[in-house]
């Protein structure tokens, strides 16, 4: 459960990330209130984002390597370079893309879970 919960925190990061580059009030607030107003610029951000992407990435490799079945990886790896490219071509692409990191995550537990059933 200890990887499921790091891979979801790196996706939340990098959704907050993204809302931040997008432009989300509530974020952009957030982030004066706490006092890193610094961050609001994207010059700190999109290297952040995509940093926070790359961790559940490779988070999701990691766990996804350990029973040998990496459609959970390869749908997250196609989801981070929608949600990096959507930053220039549409929100709604960012949100699909870390849509699809999420998405990975529950594939790749649940595939766990299997792998150790049939062992067990």
Same mark, same amino acid.
């Given at each position: 459960?200890?990887?499921?919960?790091?891979?979801?925190?790196?996706?939340?990061?990098?959704?907050?990330? =993204?809302?931040?580059?997008?432009?989300?009030?509530?974020?952009?607030?957030? #982030?004066?209130?706490? @006092?890193?107003?610094?961050? $609001?610029?994207?010059? !700190?951000? $999109?290297?952040? *984002?995509?940093?926070?992407? %790359?961790?559940?990435?490779?988070?999701? *490799?990691r766990?996804?390597?350990?029973?040998?079945?990496?459609?959970? !990886?390869? #749908?997250?790896?196609?989801?981070?370079?929608? %949600?990096?490219?959507?930053?220039?071509i549409?929100?709604?692409? /960012? *949100?699909a893309?870390?849509?699809? $990191? /999420? %998405?990975?995550?529950?594939?790749?537990?649940?595939? =766990?879970?299997?792998?150790? =059933?049939? $062992? @067990?």
């Amino acid at each position: 459960m200890n990887e499921a919960f790091k891979q979801f925190a790196a996706v939340a990061g990098a959704g907050f990330a =993204a809302a931040c580059c997008l432009g989300a009030t509530a974020a952009l607030s957030a #982030l004066t209130a706490v @006092g890193a107003g610094f961050l $609001i610029n994207d010059a !700190f951000l $999109i290297p952040l *984002y995509l940093g926070l992407v %790359a961790l559940s990435l490779w988070l999701l *490799y990691r766990s996804a390597r350990t029973h040998g079945d990496l459609g959970p !990886f390869w #749908l997250g790896l196609a989801g981070g370079v929608t %949600a990096f490219a959507g930053l220039w071509i549409a929100p709604f692409l /960012v *949100y699909a893309g870390l849509a699809a $990191i /999420v %998405a990975g995550s529950p594939w790749d537990f649940q595939r =766990a879970r299997r792998k150790r =059933a049939c $062992i @067990g």
